[in-house]
């Protein structure tokens, strides 16, 4: 009963999101059975998980493609709880919390689903085929202190590209992100971790603007310029901008320059790195930015950047290395979660080529646009209540530990007191704490009521729960 209670108490702050109560209860029950369900067969899963009548599948479609919820406005509320629950936890850096930002490509089949395109997967991962044909998605993540290390808190994820709704929208995929993360209103001033693929002016300027600081990391091939000699007294003309150009990568060749430290990243001891810092002048962005150029003795060489360019050297190379970690959160939303699982098929979809980039509607019919960006916002409905359910097993695991081992009931050899457990081990013991939570909460609680009256006493699941 106490997981379940943790549980509520950081859903039920998600009210304001939906217009109606039974449509935020509708949200819920769906939150729930993506933190229990043992399969990831889309919706269906959600009705077995439960043990609800057939006719649910109905009303959770329904929830997925109404107009009354708001996922822009779920996302809002969702960081302002995670905020608020785990600031005692929260990674920081010089008093700013930690946040992380990267990318996933989703497999789709393009037939019925819009905003499916060709996809090309930058990854040295084998088993990824080199195309796809799926949807492109931005996530955000919190970055969470915990004792085995840190872990990635996701709060907001959406399709960024892959449908042109207006010919004049230059936005790009960048300027997208920039957006869903001021969106979620997080206190400034923050901390952004990403990778190359984010060390844009579309991308800095904004984020600066408005509070924030990026660390990440730039190609071998980046350059820099160093601050303009003194203009001489009395000289006509324009001041000069930016003095003399260097190539990072040339940096590297000067090994006296060089200082060794212990290596700052989590899980390495005893091991050894050497860095260079340079506070050189970035033309994308117009001012002076923090290099630091790493040789690592098994990972060679990275040049890292921050515009913060107060932060200690061992500190950004620390904090790029709590990056990944965002990539283990997309692997239990994937495998664990069924984050992105969802298959909501457009029926009246007009045909697009295999080839084809983002599919264009600017001219088509209104309605047929209505239709498109019904289908976008259900898949972000489902991707952000997937962010949700994970999020709220990190939660119950990091609050409750040991409530969650002792619900858990089965066994495990890597148990380790002391350190939080997985999303698949708080998973199993929600799912084995559901049946106490659904005949102990008070008569009066809307979910655990909304529940019981949709359950299917028939069936095996629901008969578990019922009894």
């Not at 009303?59 to 960081?79: K, Q």
């Not at 002048?281 to 117009?286: H, I, N, Q």
Request: one cysteine or more; proline letters at 7%; aromatic letters at 8%.
């Amino acid at each position: 009963m106490r997981l379940w209670s943790v549980w509520w108490s950081c859903v039920e702050p998600l009210r304001p999101a939906f217009s109606r109560g039974r449509t935020f209860l509708w949200f819920a029950a769906a939150v729930a059975a993506a933190c229990v369900r043992p399969d990831l067969a889309g919706v269906t899963s959600f009705v077995r998980a439960l043990g609800l009548r057939r006719t649910c599948y109905a009303g959770l479609l329904a929830m997925f493609h109404s107009t009354g919820a708001d996922p822009d406005r779920l996302a809002e509320l969702w960081t302002h709880t995670v905020l608020e629950r785990m600031a005692s936890v929260l990674l920081r850096s010089g008093g700013r919390p930690v946040f992380l930002a990267d990318g996933i490509k989703v497999a789709k089949a393009g037939r019925k689903m819009p905003a499916v395109k060709k996809l090309h997967q930058e990854s040295d991962d084998n088993t990824k085929p080199e195309f796809i044909f799926g949807h492109s998605c931005q996530a955000v993540a919190a970055v969470v202190r915990a004792a085995a290390g840190h872990f990635a808190l996701p709060l907001a994820c959406r399709i960024h590209e892959g449908v042109v709704f207006d010919a004049c929208d230059r936005r790009s995929q960048l300027d997208r992100l920039v957006e869903t993360i001021l969106a979620l209103g997080v206190p400034v001033p923050a901390l952004l971790v990403a990778d190359a693929y984010y060390a844009a002016a579309k991308v800095i300027k904004p984020l600066r603007a408005a509070g924030w600081h990026l660390l990440g990391a730039v190609r071998m091939n980046a350059v820099a310029y160093r601050a303009p000699p003194p203009t001489p007294a009395g000289r006509r003309g324009r001041r000069r901008v930016y003095g003399e150009k260097v190539r990072l990568r040339d940096l590297f060749d000067e090994s006296c320059a060089f200082a060794e430290a212990p290596s700052p990243l989590y899980g390495e001891k005893g091991v050894t790195l050497r860095y260079r810092v340079a506070d050189l002048l970035w033309r994308p962005v117009g001012v002076t930015v923090r290099f630091v150029l790493v040789i690592h003795p098994t990972r060679g060489k990275k040049i890292l950047f921050c515009t913060d360019t107060a932060t200690h050297p061992l500190e950004i190379i620390r904090l790029y290395g709590v990056r990944f970690k965002i990539e283990v959160s997309f692997k239990q939303a994937i495998h664990t979660l069924g984050t992105y699982a969802y298959h909501f098929w457009m029926r009246t979809m007009k045909p697009r080529p295999r080839a084809s980039g983002n599919q264009d509607v600017t001219s088509d019919p209104p309605a047929y646009r209505d239709a498109v960006r019904r289908k976008l916002r259900a898949y972000h409905l489902h991707i952000q209540a997937g962010v949700v359910a994970q999020g709220l097993l990190q939660i119950v695991a990091a609050l409750s530990p040991r409530a969650v081992w002792r619900a858990f009931g089965s066994w495990l050899r890597t148990v380790r007191p002391g350190v939080p457990p997985s999303e698949r081990v708080a998973a199993l013991a929600l799912r084995n704490a559901l049946p106490e939570f659904l005949a102990d909460a008070p008569e009066n609680h809307s979910l655990a009521k909304f529940i019981r009256r949709r359950v299917d006493p028939g069936r095996a699941e629901g008969m578990r729960l019922a009894s």
